[in-house]
């Protein structure tokens, strides 16, 4: 045993005679056989991004080892003692043993000095432990040899590095464990581990029963987490599997991302942080499970979930609910059953009548216990399949040029669910049941062709009353400008110039209306051309003759200004100021613009959309109702400043004075999520409609998730800031207990009515300031006189 050890061993009173040597390692990384770590010293990584050394928990009445980000002190990304925590700071001394323990934390407290943790190497001997900017602890020999790292030993967080998996040789496995809560490093209920008996994939394991599953790995991404092929430009993400050896999974961050990390939290939902530079805290860029469909086996066998249905969980195609007593009461555990047994011929023998039913955009069932072979093609996966008669079904095992590899379910097919940009799954069935499913298929085709017939001849008869009622040809509109008074033309030849012939490369967004391209003009300024479709051409120029009468007349800061049209021929273009950072939606409804989005800069767009409301409601020379605000008609420019666009079906509108002036109309447009309910059901057509739309989009910003045409983000806002509220209450008394908290959440208790709460500021540097523990001089100052104050307050 080496002599510091032995010294720390017999005499831990010397300790505190040392401290001026082991001071001198206090802003190091490298902590060597000759120093100690003990109290608040820390070791800092190079780049000072991590630090290790002791830190407080559960009320500070327990004290632990580990790493932390040195810009979120709360941000514990790895803990050493977290079965052993010290009951004080001061007894706890970190230091380098040499062969024996290699890395030890000593609890000094009494006469008997014990170790607590140690990082038990045996392969050498210890010289040094050193935090790198990664945060990973590493402790190495006098050669530089690597003897135990952290980042092989993870606790609750996956930093980019670290790998989670196994190795099939060694029976190393690399996973995380929750905390016991939120202030509690002990080792919680859930577990963040790699399934390797079938087509690799990470599942969540609460007390033995699986929680949440991401779905098998398929070349790309994970099969349930479809949101992976959107963090690309932030993330790198790496999937390694040896035969026989080691199956694996990390990620890192790309140059100029910021920080990031995977957290398993105390409630066992996975969450992907980052950093935000500007707020100075850690936005949820992802979360899984995301939803209930996302709860593991929330439909049973053969049952697959679809989170935008009212009823969530359905059965595959050729499959029935087992007990449709527990159905409908929403008990959907028992699964589903084969409506026709399978044809097979018995064992080798052939699939007989039997056929397969492709079932589009899902999260793959469970892998645990499938067949997978990487070098199979798709169609041997098919012959293989239907030549089991165990198999059940079959996909591609890599969705990477076309598709390759194979796996194949023998069994139930488990945790199947609807997802954005899903994967083909072949589920066998019976012959007669995919001819009942084939007859349907063509009664629709039938049914739409005779539609489709029945449409076109009553839009020929309805054309040709409309030209007979005019009396004369309608006159095609060219690009000499006599559409509109004091609106600009452009000539169609420096636009297409400015765009590159309408190029494809210069396309930034489309929809239903058309194409919208970046252009140049030639004296250098940007552009955005909106290029309509040629479709519904009656329809089509009414709304660009509308948008052109309604938008030139109309100047604002936040209204997208309209430089000028062009029509030539059949084509109708807008030409507009170009914005830099596209729609909103772009930003709110994807995590990694999200991420890039303070609570300052989302507050400034509302205001922005609310501004430029007002001005149409109430300030410009003719007041206007736009009827479809929504996220993807608000542009933003180059410094992030909120612009209302597409004045496609805006309508003009006498004001009276009142708000409760509103007209009837036959024609009710818009976007279903943002109309409200009295233009909606009943035609009523008045501001409050954009009021309302104003309404969702406001809840949209603030929380990042997408109305989807239904009241549930506004009766679950609602719900949520109530009982928010009721939380706050000034008295104690006043304050729900979690009881009743959850009630309420889970709509079994009536919501209370919450009085004005209490607003608390914390005021610095005051005559009467209190110093803090971290040598922060701070008083504060509640009040609620009148008014509800939001303030910014000061991060620590």
């Known amino acids: 045993m080496d002599q510091l050890f032995l010294t720390l061993l017999a005499t831990p009173i010397l300790l505190t005679a040392s401290a001026a040597a082991a001071a001198a390692a206090a802003a190091e990384s490298t902590l060597t056989q000759s120093s100690t770590l003990a109290g608040d010293q820390r070791l800092v990584s190079p780049g000072d991004i991590f630090r290790f050394g002791l830190f407080p928990a559960v009320n500070r009445s327990r004290w632990y080892l580990g790493i932390w980000f040195t810009v979120s002190p709360d941000a514990v990304v790895w803990v050493a003692n977290r079965d052993r925590p010290l009951s004080g700071q001061s007894s706890g001394v970190v230091a380098v043993s ?43 020999d006098k050669d530089g040899n690597v003897l135990w790292q952290s980042f092989e030993h993870p606790t609750n967080t996956f930093l980019p590095g670290i790998r989670v998996g196994k190795d099939l040789r060694t029976g190393a496995e690399w996973s995380l464990s929750s905390w016991r809560g939120a202030d509690d490093p002990s080792p919680g209920d859930f577990r963040y581990v790699m399934d390797t008996s079938g087509s690799p994939e990470l599942h969540v394991w609460s007390r033995g029963r699986k929680t949440y599953r991401t779905g098998p790995w398929n070349g790309v991404r994970f099969s349930g987490i479809p949101e992976m092929t959107t963090f690309e430009d932030m993330f790198e993400f790496e999937f390694r599997v040896a035969t026989g050896g080691e199956v694996s999974y990390q990620f890192r961050n790309r140059d100029g991302s910021p920080m990031s990390r995977v957290l398993l939290n105390e409630s066992g939902v996975m969450q992907r942080m980052v950093w935000d530079r500007s707020a100075m805290s850690w936005s949820n860029f992802w979360s899984g499970p995301r939803d209930q469909c996302d709860n593991y086996g929330r439909c049973g066998a053969f049952g697959v979930c679809n989170v935008v249905d009212a009823t969530v969980c359905g059965c595959i195609r050729g499959f029935a609910p087992r007990s449709q007593a527990e159905w409908y009461m929403r008990n959907t555990s028992g699964g589903c059953g084969r409506r026709t047994p399978l044809q097979c011929t018995g064992s080798g023998g052939g699939g007989g009548e039997d056929g397969f039913y492709l079932l589009r955009g899902v999260k793959l069932p469970e892998t645990h216990g499938c067949a997978v072979d990487a070098a199979a093609t798709l169609e041997e996966c098919r012959r293989r399949c239907l030549s089991n008669c165990s198999c059940t079904a079959y996909a591609g095992a890599d969705i990477r040029g076309g598709g390759s590899g194979c796996i194949q379910w023998f069994g139930d097919l488990m945790d199947t669910r609807f997802v954005d940009g899903g994967q083909e799954l072949y589920v066998r069935l019976a012959k007669s049941e995919l001819d009942a499913i084939k007859n349907a298929n063509f009664a629709v085709v039938i049914a739409l062709v005779i539609t489709g017939f029945v449409l076109a001849i009553l839009s020929l008869g309805f054309l040709m009353w409309r030209k007979a009622r005019r009396g004369k040809k309608v006159r095609v509109l060219d690009e000499t400008g006599d559409f509109i008074t004091g609106c600009p033309t452009y000539p169609f030849e420096i636009i297409r110039a400015a765009t590159n012939g309408f190029s494809q490369e210069n396309e930034i967004g489309r929809g239903g209306f058309g194409i919208v391209y970046k252009g140049q003009l030639p004296n250098g300024q940007e552009i955005a051309v909106k290029k309509l479709s040629k479709e519904n051409t009656v329809q089509g120029l009414k709304e660009f003759m509308n948008e052109v009468d309604i938008i030139c007349k109309l100047q604002h800061r936040n209204l997208v200004r309209l430089l000028g049209y062009c029509i030539h021929c059949s084509e109708r273009l807008l030409v507009y100021e170009y914005m830099s950072n ?36 109430k300030d410009s020379r003719h007041t206007i109702i736009h009827r479809d605000l929504k996220a993807a008609n608000v542009l933003l420019d180059a410094d992030m400043v909120a612009k209302i666009s597409d004045f496609g079906i805006a309508r003009l509108f006498s004001h009276n004075g009142g708000n409760q002036d509103c007209t009837i109309t036959d024609r009710v447009v818009g976007t279903p999520g943002y109309m409200s309910p009295e233009y909606a059901m009943d035609g009523k057509l008045s501001f409050m409609q954009d009021v309302y739309s104003f309404g969702v989009l406001l809840l949209e910003i603030i929380s990042g998730k997408h109305n989807q045409g239904t009241s549930s983000l506004i009766a679950h806002a609602t719900t949520c800031i109530q009982v928010g509220l009721l939380c706050v209450q000034e008295s104690p008394d006043q304050r729900p207990p979690m009881a009743d908290v959850i009630h309420m959440l889970s709509r079994e208790k009536a919501l209370g009515q919450p009085r004005r709460p209490v607003v608390c500021t914390p005021m610095r540097r005051s005559p009467a300031a209190v110093v803090d523990d971290l040598g922060v001089q701070e008083t504060t100052t509640c009040g609620h006189s009148g008014r509800l104050t939001i303030t910014d307050l000061e991060a620590r």
């Open 98 to 140: 040499g062969a024996r323990g290699g890395l030890v934390l000593l609890d000094v407290a009494s006469n008997e000095t014990s170790i607590v943790w140690s990082s038990s190497n045996s392969s050498g001997t210890a010289a040094r432990a050193q935090l790198f900017d990664t945060g990973n602890l590493v402790l190495t």
């Open 582 to 617: 596209k729609s909103l939606d772009a930003f709110i409804f994807h995590e990694s613009g999200r991420a890039m989005l303070s609570w300052k800069m989302r507050m400034d767009i509302i205001l922005d959309i609310a501004s430029g409301l007002q001005y149409l409601h």
